[in-house]
């Protein structure tokens, strides 16, 4: 049987190791924004440094004064991310107030229905949804790729999983004086579920700016792209040898991603962990 | 009297059932158009030959029997299943070593900075780091050689060759992801209760005895639902292939994404692709109903 002091001894040992295992995580995040600073003409250059020898911003600028339309494809990410992230939040509320909330024949069905949606990859989506974008001018503008993601399967389920979980008596009292449900779901419902439209919020948002394979299905032309696919162009585009312009574009392109999850790290992981367990 | 009642509380089932189909009414029609109908479009079109201009026609299962019978797309399939279990274990276990880890008391600064540092790559897009790792895996001028050649042993062509390119992908997805895992198996961890640890541990059981005894047990709900989940997601595997190696050397790394991308976009066999499409999903289909099935028969154990 293990003894107080050497359990002690144990767990700091543990603590140790994945304090190492944890610099070699950031190594490869180190290195993106070390090289960002970097001279271009010694981008390349042995070995490789994993803080910024220096801080001036000419690689930022020769990014944004490039040929490639950096600010365009940026606004473009943050009109497909903030579009997805409202459509979603209100999409999927409402959605889950009547699945948690209202009684109504086929609920349950319907429910199971939606369900199933986390299940079809955009793989088999994307065929029909790019031939019908074509024909309606929808390809090649980011509004298409915001219009596939207004609505999703989990949203349902991650806000409907947090309604049930919260006592509704408030709300039936609200019926028995006559509020109407439209009424009910603002004035009660709604405030009750901050913490799980955060933590959808910030996850949609996240998994919005990331989409890659929709996005290059969808968006051909630089000025419709969106940040993860314009990354592999701008590598050929500015250079094969201007990496250190490459990284300047990247540590821009993750920024909002970053300062979101280190403004709101707790919710984020309790927003993840939230869906593991209930599930 | 009792008519006046019933007819009232008959409205009100009514109002309510009215206005259930009216909140689900905006999510559920943009899931009929995004997802259902492609999905059902997808399958009719894997029976097909589509040409918009000069007309398409039935072909029956010719897609799928040349899907499964190429020599090309059953590399391609294999790599992706290849990929898969990979993929899979090395997140599940990796994860759950890091979760065992750090259940544990950990001053709340240390913590946060554990939580920074493991679970940054799993926010960041795939796009983004593969184009980070393509220079540490770079052959003469890559990070990682460079520390390789330092060491006096002779540089490893982790992407350029047929043996190793495979691998070098699926380290850096369980670089990538294996820190999602691990949050989700904590909250799993902190769910086990205490008394039945404690039980275990005044019979004398050592860690790794309570761990598969008692704690796997417990937590095997939430173990089922990250297999599934991790599945899921290393079957689409695209953007990490397409960054790193292009599908090469060769076809060695293709996978079926990046091939029903190809197949419908660039040689336009759009019957063909959705075939593939189709495929992928039964394979999803079929992973999730086994995990269930499992679960259901070990949970209950």
Known sequence: METKASQRWLDWAI?????????????????????????????????PSFFPPRLDFDNYRAVLNSSVPFLRIYANSVEVAVIVTIGQLVTCTLAAFAFARLNFPGRDTLFFVMLAGLLFPA???????????ARIGLLNRPIGLALMYLTSSFGVFLVRQFMRSQPKALEEAALMDGAGYLKIFFRISLPQLRPALAALGIITFTQTWNYYFQARVLLEPQDSMTLPIAMDLLRGYLGSGNLALVMAAMSMSVLPVVLLFLLAQKMVIEGVAMTGIKN | MQVAVMRQASDLQRAQALNGYLFLLPSFALYLAFVLA???????????????????????????????????????????LRFTIFAVTGNICVGMLFALALDRKIPAILLYLFRLAFFLPVIIAAAFVSIVWSYFYGDDLGVINYYVIRLGLSPVHWLTSSRYAMMSIVIMDVWKNAGFFMIIFIAALQGVPKTLIEAAVMDGASYWRR???IVLPWISPVVFFAIVYASIGALQVFESVVILTRGGPGDATRSMSIYIVESAFDSFEIGYAASIAVVMTIVILAITTVQFLASRAWVRH
């Open chain 2, 38 to 80: 492609p999905v059902v479009v997808t399958c009719i079109l894997s029976f097909a030959y589509f040409d918009p201009m000069l007309g398409s026609r039935w072909v029956g299962l010719d897609n799928y029997i040349r899907f499964f019978t190429d020599d090309r797309s059953q590399q391609i399939f294999w790599n992706t």
């Open chain 1, 15 to 47: 603590i140790a190791v994945m304090a190492v295992i944890g610099f070699f995580m950031l190594l490869p995040f180190a290195w993106l924004f070390s090289m960002s600073f970097r001279t271009v003409k010694d981008a390349y250059q042995m070995p």
């Open chain 1, 123 to 133: 793989q088999v989506t994307i065929i029909p949804i790019y031939l019908g974008f």
């Open chain 2, 211 to 213: 761990f598969f005894r």
